[in-house]
């Protein structure tokens, strides 16, 4: 819930990249919590702490509380995967070129200069996860990566393959593929359910 204590991602990502030497790190970003062009510094920062090992997860925004709690605003679902594009190309755009400029729908950098890029290349890797036509689409053709929920063999095999067929139409490198797993450790199996 939103009111259970939880740390600050990326103040603590930057601190487990300083004290880390092996473990890939990721942090999540909503884009309206923060504009890309900072984000973009932020993520190149992280990339030389951690020598890069940084990962970034673009989250759509799916819980209106938490944006309007933090933000004031909640876009629709539409606008909300357009927004999520605009801010992954800001970010692609700074880590790869001298001088970055945009006129988006939801952006504008002018002249946006960042220095020193991230050491991984072309850049920090982003990766996202959804559920419709439109979060696939955005995800087939601006990230590096999809993340999923956990589910049966055939479901997440079905996604996958899904994916796949988006990505092919797109003329880009091969997406990656993450699932959120999780474990129950407890004595007996009565215990754990």
Not at 76 to 103: C, I, P
Request: net charge neutral; charged share 25%.
């Amino acid at each position: 819930g939103h009111d259970a204590p939880v740390l600050e991602c990326w103040t603590t990502i930057a601190a487990l990249a300083a004290v880390t030497k092996r473990i890939r790190l990721m942090a999540a970003i909503r884009p309206g919590f923060r504009f890309p062009g900072i984000v973009a510094k932020m993520s190149a920062n992280i990339d030389h702490i951690s020598n890069g090992r940084f990962e970034l997860n673009l989250v759509s925004a799916w819980w209106k509380e938490e944006m309007e709690m933090y933000t004031g605003a909640w876009l629709d679902h539409t606008q909300r995967y357009q927004r999520s594009a605009e801010f992954a190309r800001v970010l692609k755009g700074m880590w790869s070129q001298d001088v970055f400029n945009l006129d988006g729908t939801f952006y504008k950098n002018r002249g946006a200069v960042l220095s020193p890029k991230p050491v991984q290349k072309p850049g920090v890797p982003i990766w996202a996860g959804g559920e419709s036509d439109e979060g696939r689409d955005m995800i087939a053709n601006e990230c590096d990566g999809y993340l999923m929920h956990g589910d049966t063999p055939e479901a997440i095999g079905g996604l996958i393959e899904d994916m796949k067929r988006r990505r092919d139409k797109t003329g880009l490198p091969p997406l990656k593929f993450g699932m959120a797993a999780y474990m129950v450790c407890r004595e007996t199996e009565a215990e754990a359910k």
